[in-house]
């Protein structure tokens, strides 16, 4: 079993920034490739990015690419997604997801291979 924290969610003004963390306990960190999900009420839970077990890959959604940065500190067990240039539809409940196995980009952006999930943060941009 894995137990995954979200922390670092908030409500900032457009343009504005925030760093995302996923503190992760009960096996081994490293061996999971980790990925960062947002929903919005009403709507479909949406893949942001991921990253590989060594870091080396990540994978991010066209909307969010070269704002946000994926990184993880295997060494404390955590994830974090920075979040810069927030814009009022990054506004969501954002989810951080952990998968066992070899990272492939093909699957990292289905929710359906994710074996583990956090409680989610609200990120809020107001305009």
């Known amino acids: 079993q894995v137990r995954l924290v979200e922390s670092g969610g908030g409500l900032v003004q457009a343009g504005g920034s925030l760093r995302l963390s996923c503190a992760a306990s009960?096996?081994?960190?490293?061996?999971?490739?980790m990925g960062w999900f947002r929903q919005v009420p009403g709507k479909e839970r949406e893949f942001v990015a991921a990253?590989?077990?060594?870091?080396?890959?990540?994978l991010y959604v066209d909307s969010v690419k070269g704002r946000f940065t994926i990184s993880r500190d295997n060494a404390k067990n955590t994830m974090y997604l920075q979040v810069n240039s927030l814009k009022p539809e990054d506004t969501a409940v954002y989810y951080c997801?952990?998968?066992?196995?070899?990272?492939?980009?093909?699957?990292?952006?289905?929710?359906?291979?994710?074996?583990?999930w956090g409680q989610g943060t609200q990120v809020t941009a107001s305009s």
């Open positions: 997801a952990a998968r066992s196995g070899l990272y492939r980009s093909s699957e990292a952006r289905s929710q359906k291979s994710y074996d583990y």
């Open positions: 990253i590989s077990q060594s870091g080396s890959s990540t």
């Open positions: 009960g096996r081994t960190f490293s061996n999971y490739a």
